[in-house]
C-alpha cells in the first residue's frame, strides 16, 4: 500500500492565500480612495459658497417717489443718484452736476427722485445762473459774439448756439468757417493720412498713369508720322508768306483777285 499523503501545515498553505489577499487589498485600495476622494469631492462643491444674485436698482420707500423726472426738457430716471442723473443731460458732465449738487446743499447719493419738484426747480435755474458762482473757465459759452455775455447752456439751447456760432463763421468767411464749409478739420489736426474727403487717392493716381502710358503710346503707334511732321512745317511756312506792313484782312471782305487776270483783260478792252 502506498502510504498516505502527509498533511499540509499551516504556514504552508498561508502564503499561497496571503498573496491574493494582498493583491484584493491592493487593487481594493485604490478603489475605495477614489470612491472617498469622489464623494469627498462632491461634499466640498455642495459646501461651497452660492451664487449670489445681482443687485438691481434700490426699490425706494417713499410713497411721493417720481421714477420720471423731468429736468430741462429731459427725462431722467429717478432711481439714479442726483450727480449721475444730472451728468444725463447734454452741457452737464460729472463736475458741473457735482457743483450744482454741492451749491444747492443737496447729498449727491440722494436720488433725484426723492427730492421735491420744486428742489428740482432750484436745480434747474441754478445751472442757467452757475456764470456768476463759478470762474469763466468752467463753463461753455464764454463771451457771446451778439451780447458779450457769459453764459451755460444746456439741452436745445447749446445745440443752437453751437450751430449759429458755425454759421457766423461761414458767413464772415474766417478761417475756421472756410473749413467747416469744406468739411475738413478745423483745429490744425493733421491731414494727411486722417480726415481725407473726397475721391481716393489711388483712383487718381490710377487714371494719370493710365492717361500718361496712352499719350507715350500715340507717337510710337505711327511711324511715319514723326518725318513727315519736320517737313511739313518749311511748306508751310513758304507758302504763307507775311508782309511787313500789311494789314489783316476784314471778316467778310471779297477776296482779292489775282493780278494776271486783270492785266489781260485790260489788253484785251484795249485791242
Given amino acids: 500500500m502506498s502510504p498516505p499523503p502527509e498533511p499540509k501545515s499551516k504556514d504552508a498553505a498561508a502564503p499561497a492565500v496571503a498573496p491574493e489577499e494582498s493583491a484584493e487589498g491592493k487593487k481594493g485600495g485604490p478603489k475605495e480612495k477614489e470612491a472617498k476622494g469622489k464623494a469627498g469631492g462632491k461634499a466640498k462643491t455642495a459646501k461651497g459658497p452660492a451664487e449670489s444674485p445681482k443687485k438691481g436698482k434700490p426699490i425706494p420707500d417713499n410713497p411721493n417717489f417720481r421714477y420720471i ?56 435755474e441754478l445751472v442757467h445762473v452757475l456764470p456768476t458762482k463759478v470762474p469763466a473757465w468752467m463753463v461753455n459759452h464764454k463771451t457771446d459774439r451778439t451780447t458779450g455775455e457769459t453764459t451755460h447752456l444746456i439741452g436745445g439751447d447749446l445745440d443752437t448756439g453751437v450751430r449759429d456760432d458755425t454759421n457766423q463763421m461761414k458767413m464772415i468767411r474766417s478761417y475756421k468757417g472756410v473749413r467747416h464749409e469744406r468739411g475738413q478739420k478745423v483745429r490744425g489736426q493733421r491731414t494727411r493720412s486722417n480726415g481725407r474727403t473726397g475721391m481716393a487717392a489711388g483712383v487718381l493716381k490710377k487714371e494719370a498713369k493710365a492717361a500718361a502710358a496712352a499719350a507715350a503710346a500715340g507717337p510710337a503707334g505711327a511711324p511715319g508720322a514723326p518725318a513727315a511732321a519736320p517737313a511739313a512745317a518749311p511748306a508751310a511756312g513758304a507758302a504763307a508768306p507775311a508782309k511787313a506792313g500789311a494789314t489783316p484782312a476784314k471778316a467778310g471782305a471779297a477776296p482779292a483777285k489775282p493780278a494776271g487776270k486783270s492785266t489781260e483783260t485790260a489788253a484785251g478792252g484795249k485791242s
Fill in 69 to 124: 423726472v423731468r429736468f430741462a426738457g429731459v427725462d431722467l430716471d429717478g432711481r439714479r443718484s442726483a450727480v449721475l442723473a444730472l451728468s444725463g443731460v447734454r452741457g452737464i458732465g460729472p463736475r458741473i452736476a457735482e457743483t450744482t449738487v454741492r451749491l444747492a446743499g443737496i447729498n449727491a447719493a440722494e436720488m433725484i427722485g426723492n427730492l421735491p419738484e420744486a428742489t428740482v426747480d432750484g436745480l434747474e
